[in-house]
């Protein structure tokens, strides 16, 4: 276990071939397979069947698309320009309602066309191009800085519950709940990491699990009833687990299960982070009522992974892919400034003056 695998960023920008370039998810762990995306329909789908996935992946990989398809459009007025790239953006926002990096990411890109109307198609496809680049790197730096911050809550050998994959697999690189992690590996420790398989997709022990394994983690994949019995074991010293939005209250939507993660933690005294980059919260809203959950096919819980159906025909499936953890079960996020901790609404509101006065 103490062999250390690189993995090949998640998301890239090909400019030579002028396309998006994803490790397959889908396919994972059985083989790693690049696809290079070029046509908007297959950018949209790759994002649908989450053949790119995680809240932070999902929006490099829109800014990336969005700015193919402005290369597509072939006019020197800026006008036309504007409107067929406003509708592309449209399109890219369609794919997933609930992880806020998306909208947030596809607004910048929108951004750099709306505030330089006095700029040529050629200055702004530049421009966005540029911009593209930045928000891919700076995923790359802020998820670096998490895994600083969330290192420091961490001891040798500890035991990390996590949830879904909000991993180097879910971002460019490193990820949010597992960078403390990586980080540690890359300083010579040891940690021995939950996954909760996390029903129905498997993120946690198709993706997790296989990127832990290739950091050399100790492993252990766990049926997401089990984790109650895990923590009552007093194998767990800590929860660690991303998301897809956070509401300005820090109530916090995460992969289906999470808030039931949250709940057994509370029970057994086990801090529960929430690892977030300030992407991630929507200081739009106030609450969690407010976040837009996804409701997905009945086939994935009846159907797939399974060498046959197994629930009978027609019965009715519900199928959120997420929930909401209530800001009362959460000790506190570990975002790219610090770890903030509650009363969430005032913390954030500090979060946001020390961003807007530093940057990243
Ligand atoms: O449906 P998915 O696989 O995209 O859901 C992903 C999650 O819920 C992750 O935990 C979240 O996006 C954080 S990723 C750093």
Partial sequence: MEERMHLPDTVDLDEKRRALVIIDQTKLPGR???????????????IYLLKVRGAPAIGVAAAIGVYLAAMEIETDDVKIFTE?????????????????NLFWALNRMERVVLEHPEESVLQLKERLHREALEI???????????GEYGLTLLHEGDGILTHCNAGQLATTRYGTALAPIHVGREKGMHFHVFTDETRP????????????????????????????????????QIVFVGCDRVAANGDTANKIGTSGVAILAKHYGIPFYVVAPTSTIDMNISSGQEIPIEQRRPEEVTEMWYQQRMAPEGINVYNPAFD?????????????????????????????????????
């Fill in 136 to 146: 891919r790197k700076e995923d790359i730096r802020v998820c670096r800085r998490l």
């Fill in 324 to 360: 909401v953890t209530d800001h009362d079960l959460i000790t506190g996020f570990v975002t790219e400034y610090g770890i903030v901790y509650p009363p969430f609404d005032e913390g954030f509101i500090r979060l946001f003056e020390e961003k807007n006065a530093k940057g990243i």
């Fill in 32 to 46: 790693t397979e690049m696809l290079y995306l070029t046509e908007q329909k297959d950018i949209f789908e790759a």
């Fill in 84 to 100: 067929k790239f406003q509708k592309a953006k449209e399109y890219l926002a369609s794919s997933r309602p609930t992880a806020v």
């Fill in 201 to 236: 997709l498997l993120q946690g022990a198709r993706l997790s699990a296989f990127e832990m394994a290739a950091d050399g983690v100790e492993t252990t994949v766990i049926c997401d009833n089990m984790a109650s019995s895990v923590m009552k074991n007093g194998w767990v």
